[in-house]
């Protein structure tokens, strides 16, 4: 019987991969595991069972000569199982999926972001660095967002002003905004530097730096500057970056987190 | 090394076919694809990896003498990868998948609709011609919906007035309706013919035809023949069909689109 | 060709199995299925294709001497095709998913419990007997769940008072409560025993028992027991557990259901 540590760097059993393929040194390909045309896997990357990496587009149905874009994955990077990336897109460093994520064809993800288990990203979309994206996030295309923002569960960025039409425009989320579990932002929409967008909420209106809004549709409801913590152990919840330093570049080490946060229970 | 091209109109490897099954010519099966028993697949179809095409029903874990119910796919549909297709369900020509697409049993669809990553159709629906449904979409027993229908993400029609009940019965969607992005449709809502229901709304009572309705619960906005062009490309953005004639029957040729429609940037 | 009974109670084919698995007798594993190190499964279980069973923790991936946590499966369980479950948590007798479940480590489920396509269990959550979870519901870590309890499509339980944070807290749900489709718990906050929350509710304050609650936020609408039927033909729709016996303890055999619960169409 096998050992889990035996599949670590190798490519497992029942994987296909199609011809172009660049695979780099101590990456672990899982069972099951498609790789079509012109993908690229940096070293040391860990790639779940049951992945399909480079899925053609559209086109490739219709048109006898299609030929697959490149699709690029950063080294360590982790893809967990069934996941599905297309041809097109690219990934920096340390990327990092949960299960049964779709990223569609000509998006580009800076470093060190994270991608949530069932979440759906349509393509042509630009993410910067540090994000984190949490389940069943769903983007629609030529959305824009910056680095170091937060997307909680069933978040949803819509383009289209006018359903069904072809004038999709997607929103802009900028740097360290925090859209909490279910809000919906519509098209072209702007959400501020720093903002935090409440549970729910639907947002139709730009949202300036440092705001809070929430409800449907969004109102603003204070600066995040006013919020104060529930539970009386954070002096100020936000800017969360002041607190919450795990896995960012301003990183505190441990044994001054919970001097420099609080207590937390 | 393979190409891309070798797999068309191939069964790959991997794949398990259980008896009385018909499949048509130049038909593509993905790896990994199971194909239980009585399932018909029409010419030139793409099925892509790791799908189930019908999955038996819930009887099957209990009866020994179960029979799986017929499932039939129309000739030119593309199913992608990883979708569940129940036995006893149809699908017209021309039928087209995202990925891990959920339809359970007893359910017909017409010719040329499409339905987006992650939709869960739970079976005993009945779908018209050329409808469209982006990611997500969750469609409950019962529930009826007529041709040339829009619904975009995440939105749910519900099929029970009082929950837990056997009382179940799904909305009625008439044709050229579109329902914008999270929006719930309560049990027995009739929406009308050409009406919009707007994103994240709850839709508790029928909507008349050619009607805006919005919010929680959701209420009568104006007609869609009030709706301007936010951008002031389109004159009218509504009925939709006016200017947006992409794929269906009353396709307007690519040279006549742009003057057709305005210009949209 | 094969028969879809020729499977019963066999490992299929392309089955991967690591070491220090123990499945008990007549157990059912599908094409493709994985189960990782340390994973028991009781007597007479289904599982499906496709399955990833003991799924390792985060830490897998950093550290060398890594051990999986046992995961436990009780007896008669049916776990369709797709589904994830972590190493680290354990299911009592008769629990059965639909497609593509996600669920994490450390979890805790009772006996004859139902989780639907798609959801999304997060780990760390405690979840009583005879809970009925429909699709797509995401469950926070820390949530807990007692028995009886219903979650519709979309419901998520949040754990994070100021996202993002390290303060996370998830919701209490109590005995026989009913979520409707897409309401949002907020962290903390106690759902009642007996009590309803509407669809696409934003519940940001606990919930007295037997309480009707809706809206963003969510308010008290009224007494469960003022609600009447709409359809006429249950006497009184709540507490649900009076009509509604299908597959409970207090299951009221078939003949007398029609009599005790009305006609229902």
Not at 37 to 47: H, K, P, R, S
Not at 104 to 113: A, L, M, P
């Amino acid at each position: 019987m096998e050992s889990m540590s035996d599949i670590i760097g190798k490519i497992s059993k029942n994987v296909r991969i199609y011809k172009n393929v660049k695979i780099g040194k101590d990456v672990t390909i899982g069972d099951n595991t498609i790789i079509y045309e012109n993908v690229e896997i940096g070293d040391n990357c860990y790639i779940g069972p049951n992945c399909i990496l480079g899925e053609p587009l559209a086109i490739f149905y219709r048109e006898k000569d299609y030929r697959n874009p490149p699709l690029k994955i950063g080294k360590n990077s982790i893809i967990r199982s069934d996941c599905i990336l297309y041809a097109g897109s690219m990934f920096g460093e340390r990327f990092e999926t949960g299960h049964r994520v779709t990223i569609r064809e000509n998006s580009t993800f800076g470093e060190q972001c994270r991608v949530g288990t069932l979440s759906d990203i349509q393509g042509y979309v630009i993410v910067g660095n540090y994000c984190r994206f949490h389940s069943n996030v769903h983007i629609g295309q030529t959305s824009i967002i910056k680095d170091y923002v937060w997307l909680f569960p069933y978040v949803v960025l819509t383009n289209d002003p006018h359903p069904p039409s072809d004038c999709i425009q997607g929103p802009t989320v900028e740097e360290y905004a925090v859209i909490a579990t279910g809000a919906i932002i519509m098209p072209k929409v702007k959400i501020g530097r720093e903002s935090l967008v409440g549970a729910q909420a639907l947002v139709n209106k730009d949202v300036p730096p440092c705001t809070v809004v929430a409800g449907v549709p969004a109102k603003v409801l204070c600066s995040i500057y006013d919020i104060k913590c529930k539970e009386g152990t954070l002096e100020k919840p936000y800017p969360w970056r002041n607190h919450y330093t795990k896995g960012y570049p301003w990183e505190v080490k441990s044994e001054n987190r919970l001097l420099q946060q609080g207590k937390c229970k």
